[in-house]
């Protein structure tokens, strides 16, 4: 049994599939026999604005937001939204970052330009960063819009649970017409290193 509470920090844009992937870990989890809490903030999501979903699991669990400073894995969709939740994880912490890049309204406009050198910044901090080419690997399995599956597919490199359980939640959660590809996708995810 697990003692400790893991805290998995979700992160991105709106309409990245942040929300389903969440739903997805969860499920996971609590097919291992664990408490999970959950907690997700939409913002202006449906404008492509942040969104981001704690999932904490554990023996117990008793709160869904992840305190300052204990972000065990931030799990990021995209550059950016990474940068702006470094500061709170762990000093152990691991990042799996998508190396998508999604310009936001100041840098659409010209105002400001997007900050260079993201990723050796962040191995700089926190030397177990992983970056995952998703939109490549979507594409290789048939469908742009599974870079959310090639995520968790790396994302279960680095957690404990048995690739079954993340088949059948998979199974349990994404529509029968849409299952093949993404099975797929988690697949080439799981080959990211």
């Known amino acids: 049994m697990m003692n400790k509470v893991t805290n998995i920090l979700l992160a991105g844009v709106g309409g990245q599939g942040i929300l389903l992937a969440s739903e997805i870990i969860s ?3 609590l097919m291992a026999g664990l408490d999970v809490k959950k907690n997700e903030v939409h913002g202006m999501s449906q404008r492509g604005g942040s969104v ?3 999932v904490r699991y554990g023996e117990k669990v008793y709160s869904s937001i992840i305190p300052e400073g204990e972000v ?3 799990f990021s969709f995209e550059m950016l939204e990474t ?3 470094l500061p709170l994880m762990r000093p152990s912490g691991k990042v799996i970052v998508n190396d998508w890049k ?3 309204p100041s840098v659409a406009l010209g105002q400001q330009a997007y900050p260079e050198n993201i990723v050796a910044n962040m191995r700089q901090q926190f030397a177990d960063t992983t970056l995952v080419n998703g939109l490549v690997l979507a594409l290789e399995a048939g469908n742009a819009k599974t870079v959310n599956t090639v995520l ?3 994302l279960s490199n680095v957690l404990e649970f048995d690739r079954d359980l993340w088949l059948t939640a998979l199974r349990k959660m994404i529509p029968e017409r849409l299952l093949a ?3 797929k996708a988690f697949d080439l995810g799981c080959q990211t290193k």
Do not use: F, K, Q, T
């Open 52 to 54: 981001v979903s704690h």
């Open 27 to 29: 499920e996971v989890m």
């Open 72 to 74: 065990d894995i931030l």
């Open 83 to 85: 940068c702006r939740y």
């Open 152 to 154: 968790l597919g790396a």
């Open 102 to 104: 999604i310009a936001p």
């Open 181 to 183: 590809v993404n099975l």
